[in-house]
């Protein structure tokens, strides 16, 4: 069994649709998170989750919006996708003491954005 | 300074050399800290905590010095299959619900 799943892996669409990413965990964990991995390879928080609700929510556009139907999914919706969203984005869980035991990564969503 | 700062890469080295890894790091309230792993195209993964005290798993070992916010890693006796990139990684703010602040990654190539 998969512990983090993202679906899709793989994401090629056209500048100013919109489309959603979906997260899933098994690990009974109570924090989600998404991270964008852009071009040159940093890996940055985009929003964190406990338990449904928002915790952290960095300098994203508000073209992006993270939904939390319950603690073990986290789903992110782009709205009017622009070039430079271009990216790879990861979820990730965690418990309580996920900052004792790190976090635990999906494989990614590779976002190609033309 | 940017939060989590490593070493520049690449560091290309022959089978079974020792290699170093540094961090620094500029938050002063980090409580928490790692080593991931992150192959190419692949998602990072949890490589080891480090501890204090210095903590050693197998041919690895980590060094945090808190007073220099200073993190290392020690890989001894170099495998092919240590090829990797590896990211130094601090919590962002203190207590239970902090995030994880990823340095850049240094690659690894280890050569026959």
């Known amino acids: 069994d998969t512990a983090v799943s993202q679906t899709p892996k793989y994401l090629v669409t056209q500048m100013g649709n919109d489309k959603s990413i979906k997260c899933e965990q098994n690990?009974?964990?109570?924090?989600m998170y998404w991270y964008k991995q852009d071009s040159k390879k940093f890996l940055k928080i985009m929003f964190s989750?406990?338990?449904?609700?928002?915790?952290i929510n960095e300098t994203v556009p508000n073209r992006f919006s993270p939904k939390s139907p319950d603690k073990a999914h986290l789903n992110l919706h782009i709205n009017s996708l622009e070039l430079g969203d271009s990216a790879v984005y990861f979820c990730a869980s965690s418990s309580r003491d996920g900052l004792d035991y790190g976090y635990t990564f999906g494989s990614g969503t590779r976002l190609t954005v033309v | 300074r940017k939060e989590v700062e490593q070493d520049p890469g690449p560091f290309n080295v022959p089978e079974g050399a020792t290699v170093a890894f540094n961090c620094t790091y500029s938050n002063s309230a980090s409580q928490s800290f790692f080593w991931y792993r992150q192959d190419c195209r692949k998602e990072p993964k949890l490589l080891m905590s480090v501890y204090s005290s210095g903590n050693e798993d197998g041919r690895f070992t980590a060094q945090l010095n808190r007073a220099s916010q200073y993190i290392s890693l020690l890989i001894r006796d170099s495998k092919l299959s240590d090829s990797a990139t590896y990211l130094c990684?601090?919590?962002?703010?203190?207590?239970?619900?902090?995030?994880?602040?990823f340095g850049k990654g240094t690659k690894l190539s280890v050569k026959p």
């Open positions: 990684v601090v919590t962002g703010y203190g207590g239970s619900q902090g995030n994880l602040i």
């Open positions: 690990l009974g964990h109570d924090t």
């Open positions: 989750y406990n338990n449904k609700e928002l915790i």
